[in-house]
């Protein structure tokens, strides 16, 4: 039995006044709905992305103090939970130097911060590393100060080694290293086309590279262009390697004319004898050679010497070991010099 309520209510709803307004409401709600979570994905704080603004949300993430060892690629922190989020809302780094593996580089958390949103949390995020404005702390210095070789006071001396690379030049080198001295190769083209990384290891070291010919002929007996072909094919290979032109010359038994001394000038390279001949070549001990340097040196000679023969080797150390008792400082020509001029013959540096 329908009642008159229950009629006229039926009544009502077949009105297309009431649909027309549902429907707009329903609508408008939708509209809101939509708009409200446009709004909402738009803050910044909602964006699964770095921020460097803090956000109210606690990271994924916590690095807290400690040391990060550079031999291999790692993590940065560890996972967490959603019951283990920490209390701190900074991840902590420091940024990683480029070279430099096997070091432990210590973390500090006054360094860098960075904020990880919780919409992150489960997921591997690469964390932006830039350079720390923080002061650095000084390290021990390597290598000593270069003295001023302008005055006689300064005692600078120039070990030169001719006729290399040989297998014995690495082994010098290390020797050189050890007690901080420098010196001058004059090298032989070829001999660098058959060991460059030497050449290369000498450069990177700090000491100077020079040409010594391609093939160790006399220059003074060659033709013009046979002579610019010695000089021209190891200045090419010694800038393959070292990536710059030699500044310096010495001529093959110092054999010298206007030919050769003009051919130099136009390929800028200075002209480099020596003051104290040791003549190593001829002997097979090294105190004798080592005790003639101590008699013949002075403050700004230029040492003859070859490091072909274990004897000159070892002689270079006993000399380098001798002369730094005295207060002398090992220097490469161009430094022992300063500027030099194309074409010019060096013997020593005078005052």
């Given amino acids: ?49 770095f921020s460097n603004l803090p956000m109210p949300l606690p990271p994924s993430a916590l690095l807290v103090e400690g040391a990060i060892p550079l031999t291999r690629h790692y ?13 701190s809302n900074h991840l902590v780094g420091l940024p990683i130097p480029a070279a430099g593996p096997g070091r432990v580089l210590p973390i500090a958390a006054s ?19 830039v350079p720390s404005h923080a002061p650095l702390q000084p390290i021990r210095r390597i290598t000593r100060a270069l003295p001023d070789c302008t005055t006689q006071t300064s005692k600078c001396v120039a070990l030169t080694f001719d006729d290399g690379p040989s297998p ?3 082994n010098l080198l290390r020797h050189l290293s050890e007690h901080q001295a420098r010196a001058t190769f004059f090298t032989i083209g070829g001999e660098v086309a058959k060991r460059p990384e030497v050449v290369r290891l000498a450069h990177k070291a700090g000491h100077a590279i020079g040409n010594h010919s391609w093939s160790h002929p006399d220059l003074a007996q060659l033709t013009e262009s046979a002579l610019h ?12 390697h070292t990536g710059q032109y030699p ?24 002209i480099i004898y020596w003051s104290v001949d040791t003549r190593d070549w001829a002997k097979h001990e090294a105190e004798p050679i080592c005790q003639q340097v101590m008699q013949e ?36 020509i161009p430094q022992l010099f300063g500027k030099l001029k194309p074409g010019e013959v060096y013997r020593y540096r005078s005052w």
Wanted: proline share 8%; aromatic share 8%; glycine share 6%.
């Fill in 1 to 49: 039995m329908t009642t008159y309520a229950t009629r006229s209510y039926q009544a009502w709803l077949a009105r297309p006044l009431y649909y027309l307004v549902l429907g707009a409401c329903c609508t408008a709600s939708l509209v809101v709905v939509v708009l409200y979570g446009i709004f909402q994905f738009s803050l910044p704080h909602r964006r699964p992305q």
């Fill in 75 to 87: 993590r940065i922190g560890k996972q967490l939970v959603p019951s283990l989020q920490p209390l």
């Fill in 111 to 129: 360094q860098l911060n960075y904020y990880l949103p919780r919409q992150s949390q489960g997921h591997s995020l690469p964390i932006p590393v």
């Fill in 168 to 170: 014995l030049t690495t």
């Fill in 229 to 240: 072909e010695q000089i021209r094919r190891t200045n090419e290979i010694i800038k393959q």
């Fill in 247 to 270: 500044r310096v010359t010495r001529p093959p038994y110092g054999s010298m004319s206007p030919l050769v001394k003009q051919a130099l000038a136009e390929h800028n390279q200075a």
């Fill in 297 to 332: 040196a002075k403050p700004g000679s230029i040492i003859l010497l070859h490091d072909i023969k274990p004897s000159s080797v070892q002689a270079g150390v006993c000399i380098i070991k001798a002369l730094t008792a005295q207060g002398y400082t090992f220097v490469t």
